[in-house]
């Protein structure tokens, strides 16, 4: 497995404002998610994390809110911009391990509890 | 399209009895089926998962699921719950193609004593 960090695990935050997040892996990963888990709901994923090149947006997500960084293998930040208390959420970041001969098993990070007030 | 679908989003069992979670997907393919558990403010932690080899899969803390092609079910068994259990369970299904995950809406899986 791997070890997954997120900074910060929570913070409050005005209206208006940005944040970003940080997720830092102490592996090699082949693929880095975001996905932002709202109250009481599932997860939904928010866009794949590509190194070196513009993040993959899902549907309802754009880079213009969600601006998304991966300048190496390890390392990726997530900014939510333009707060609205509609943005606060759990947001995860997630990632599968290249040591691994099965990518297919994503690990998740303990995640950044965000409230906007 | 891939898909899953959680049939409770409440079980309750009591301490000791078997535990039943209900999982179906929709998939065009063989699909990469998941079982995650979120336990109250901790991170998601994988339970096991099916890829395509041993139908019964085995995971942790006495889990374990059956992939049945037939009935497109991937249900979450567990012979005697522990309090421990008492958390939010996942079914995930991985996308085709891709490595990004397709979660289902949860279930809230209650233990009394």
């Known amino acids: 497995s791997a070890v997954i960090s997120q900074k910060p695990s929570r913070d409050i935050c005005q209206r208006g404002t940005s944040l970003t997040i940080q997720c830092q892996v102490d592996?090699?990963?082949?693929?880095m998610f975001w996905y932002r888990q709202q109250p009481g709901q599932s997860l939904t994923l928010i866009a794949t994390?590509?190194?070196?090149?513009?993040?993959?947006?899902e549907s309802g997500f754009v880079i213009d809110k969600f601006p998304i960084s991966r300048p190496n293998l390890t390392f990726s930040t997530l900014t939510v911009s333009n707060m609205s208390p509609e943005d606060s959420s759990i947001y995860l970041c997630?990632?599968?391990?290249?040591?691994?001969?099965?990518?297919?098993?994503?690990?998740f990070g303990p995640g950044t509890r965000l409230t906007v007030l | 399209a891939q898909s899953v679908t959680q049939l409770d989003s409440h079980v309750s069992v009591s301490e000791g009895t078997p535990v039943l979670l209900r999982c179906n997907y929709s998939?065009?393919?063989?699909?990469?089926l998941f079982w995650y558990v979120q336990h109250p403010n901790k991170g998601l932690q994988l339970l096991l998962k099916?890829?395509?080899?041993?139908?019964l899969v085995k995971g942790i803390n006495g889990f374990e699921a059956e992939f049945k092609k037939s009935e497109t079910s991937f249900h979450l068994t567990k012979p005697s719950a522990h309090m421990s259990d008492a958390a939010e369970y996942f079914c995930?299904?991985?996308?085709?193609?891709?490595?990004?995950?397709?979660f289902g809406s949860g279930t809230r899986l209650q233990v009394q004593p």
């Open positions: 997630s990632v599968t391990i290249l040591a691994q001969t099965s990518t297919d098993t994503q690990y």
């Open positions: 592996s090699q990963v082949t693929m």
């Open positions: 994390a590509n190194q070196g090149s513009e993040a993959t947006y």
């Open positions: 998939s065009s393919y063989s699909p990469s």
């Open positions: 099916y890829t395509s080899a041993a139908t």
């Open positions: 995930v299904v991985r996308h085709t193609g891709r490595r990004a995950l397709t």
